[in-house]
DNA sequence: GTGTTTCTGCAGAATATTCTGCAATATAAC
DNA sequence: GTTATATTGCAGAATATTCTGCAGAAACAC
């Protein structure tokens, strides 16, 4: 999808209906048009090759092939991304095609991610954990990774954080008085733990927001969350994969830490202060 | 890149020096080639466009039309794909443009990932994994979430783990008796903490088996380790991404499954009896 | 309804692109 | 060194693409 501004060279004083059809449609299958010539064009969209010229030059260009080669312009970085993001997914036949595969099946979770993830609400979840009181993070057996890492970097940037750790024993006391104000973010994946759906529950009653990252909407968080994320979690239907739930999970923190920038320095610099006298980190 | 198979009708009896060049270059940079004109691609190589249309003609097309109608088809799908992917890495002006940022850069770690790690390295890496008695597993601070995803991923496997776990002072109790026949898989990216660096160290003394994941050869973990993958961890220069990092455990986990198929599948059978019998599973 | 203006497509002109015969040059064979 | 063969590019023919003048159709004003 471009815009129009991308390929008006002059802003058209006015088009005619046909013009802002060639051009609707151009705008919107330009990674088609581009290979089109006008004649083609004219065809598919059941017009005179006439008046895809006249669009051109309505445009401000010399003609149909300067207009062609502006769409080539903006199409072609694309086409060189993924030139080299490489190879199809091959069958796997040995260990060493585990490597390839199963990051070719990452990345395409990550697209699939951006593709699934409504900006909304993706915006709507790093306002609420910008005004929490406190951040309750939630997530079980091969997933805790994930609530480990959030929760380090939640604390990062100075939110207080309740990673909930099962097992100890303690995790109720640690919910003990979530109320509202406070947000809960809980990760759950097939086959769900009970224990982090009936956690997701209690916060609900509770009046804390809860925000569910899971991997469709017929998962058991659904409702409970007042805001749902779905990543997909699978690779080649067998193995899992929590690659795409980190990256969003890193996303929302990055977005943090947009926010709050100038807060996000200062607290950087104490740290950093920190670590020196402490000598943590290796020289 | 493409592949001959793909763009030669018949396979061509032989072809004269120029006709290689030519398709040497269109195989090569066929994203850019599949825009030119048979006079633009000629002046490019500096040969006349008879050559261009007799290569054509040599791999079984009508003529030059033909041979870049082939190629469309070919690059065609994949500018889609981008194009659904949404837009090219933008300038982050907006907590909107964060997630698909993020996403795209990981995707982008994810493609260099897959390029630098020689599989043959990968390949001994699981080996080592799956002949190892026990395996040690050490990544501090905001890394640390990796450990705990390999540490649950390889016991899920059936192995026996030691998640090595700093702050509490009983770490270097765990590591009292590593030695020969033990594995230690140890993560850390700048700025390198201390203790990973010197755990490392002292592995190696051991004699310990010493896997390490970091982000370039000038690592300090470098002199220690037996094995190195190394693994792009940075976003936009400012934020860090494990996802990269994550994805390749995922390959190395899944290679060691696949290695181990009858024992894995054995394993989780057990698995699945004892997780019925607790109702650890929400249904 | 009539006149005016705008819009559209056809047909052919203008231009750009591709194709082929031929000659020049390079390469290989002996 | 000579001859035979293969390779290449030039020039112009053939074809494809784009552009423009014009006429008919549609929209609008009154």
Redesign the pocket.
Known sequence: MLRMEQIARVMPS?L????RKVLDHILKHSEQVVFL???DLARQL??????I??L??ALGY?????L?RRMRELVQPRLSTVERLGETVRKVESVDDVLSNVLLCDMNNLRKTAEDIDPEVFSLVVDVLEEAKRVFVIALRSTHCLAVFMASALRFLGREVILLTPGTGEMWEQLRDIGSGDVIVGFSFPRYTKITVQVMAFARERNARVVAITDGDLSPLASSAHYMMTVPYEIDSFVESFTAALSLVNALVTGLAFRRQADTIKILQGMEDAWAREGIYWE
Do not use: H, L, M
């Open positions: 006015g005619t209906p046909i013009q010539t006008a004649t059941n017009v005179s090759d006439t008046s010229v006249r051109a030059q010399e003609g149909y092939p300067g062609k």
